[in-house]
């Protein structure tokens, strides 16, 4: 595939990862379907780590927090799912992390934020306020939805922030991919078990077809995302792979039957436009 491609597969990438969402959101069982995801994810790392050189010692601590973040990502995601609509929780979610990983930058790290990048952050808040806001102001009953979903996107951006210094210490990147998903894997599967423990065993044995799927979509969806970052311009293919967001708006609207409404879909919008501001002005 040439550079020209990098759009195309991109946005593959980007409609794969809301539909593997899709998934865990629409399973009955979705602690579950997690587990038999990260059962795939074991075997390609396991299978990966055979072929690739090792990440090295100083890659182990980020590899560990790696795993216990998205262990914590995945579980909440699940509950998230199971308190609100997917075309609602996946945006803010999506939506959050970017803005996370900015302020982080800033107060954390003591790099002060260009002008642009304040205003994209605003933007970003304001599409998020607006998907909070859908259906009126938020009851009691919502803010345990919403809070999993904000939840989601704090850990989303923690990990994101961990994997970007994990490879950079890596002896092989290649090394460090393939034992994150090894790592990633087993923690999040060890987690259903402890949680789910003479149950899951059934339970894994029931839509399987959904949880090996989804698995599958969520490799090749992060492989298409690797390639294009080797011959594509970063910020691009960043703000391009957050039209996820409003794919997941459309997904919840014309698959799961979700109230779409005006205000879901300009707020969805308004968190990608936000996103698209903030690569660009780095």
Same mark, same amino acid.
Do not use: K
């Given at each position: ?7 195309? !597969? !991109? ?18 069982? &979705? ?10 994810? !074991? ?10 050189? +090792?990440? /090295? ?24 799912? /199971? ?10 979610? &999506? ?18 934020? +260009?002008? @642009? ?17 859908? /259906? ?29 210094? /994990? ?73 391009? &792979? ?19 409404? @005006? ?20």
């Amino acid at each position: 595939m040439t550079q020209g491609a990098v759009p195309v !597969v !991109v946005l593959a990438a980007a409609l794969l990862h809301a539909v593997w969402n899709a998934l865990v959101h629409g399973v009955r069982d &979705r602690t579950a379907g997690l587990a038999q995801m990260n059962l795939v994810f !074991v075997a390609f790392g396991a299978v990966f780590a055979l072929f690739v050189p +090792p990440p /090295g010692t100083a890659a182990l601590p980020y590899l560990l927090a790696s795993a216990a973040l998205q262990t914590g990502y995945q579980l909440l995601l699940a509950r998230a799912y /199971g308190l609100g609509d997917f075309g609602q929780m996946y945006p803010i979610a &999506r939506g959050t992390s970017p803005a996370v990983v900015a302020l982080l930058a800033a107060t954390v790290l003591h790099r002060p934020l +260009p002008a @642009g990048q304040v205003a994209a952050v605003a933007v970003i808040s304001l599409g998020l306020a607006g998907l909070t806001l859908v /259906g009126g102001r938020p009851g009691r009953a919502q803010l345990p939805a919403i809070t999993a979903a904000l939840g989601n996107g704090v850990l989303i951006a923690g990990y994101t922030v961990v994997d970007a210094g /994990g490879v950079r210490v890596a002896d092989s990147a290649a090394g460090y991919i393939a034992w994150m998903f090894l790592l990633q894997g087993a923690a999040v599967f060890a987690a259903v078990a402890v949680v789910r423990r003479r149950d899951l065993w059934p339970a894994l044995c029931e839509g399987r077809a959904v949880g090996l799927g989804g698995g599958l979509m969520s490799l090749t969806a992060y492989g298409l995302v690797v390639w294009a970052q080797t011959v594509g311009d970063l910020p691009t293919i960043a703000a391009l &792979r957050e039209t996820s967001i409003v794919i997941a708006a459309l997904i919840g609207a014309l698959v799961l039957r979700e109230r779409l409404g @005006g205000l879901r879909l300009a707020a969805s919008a308004t968190v990608l436009t936000g996103i698209a501001l903030l690569e660009f002005a780095h």
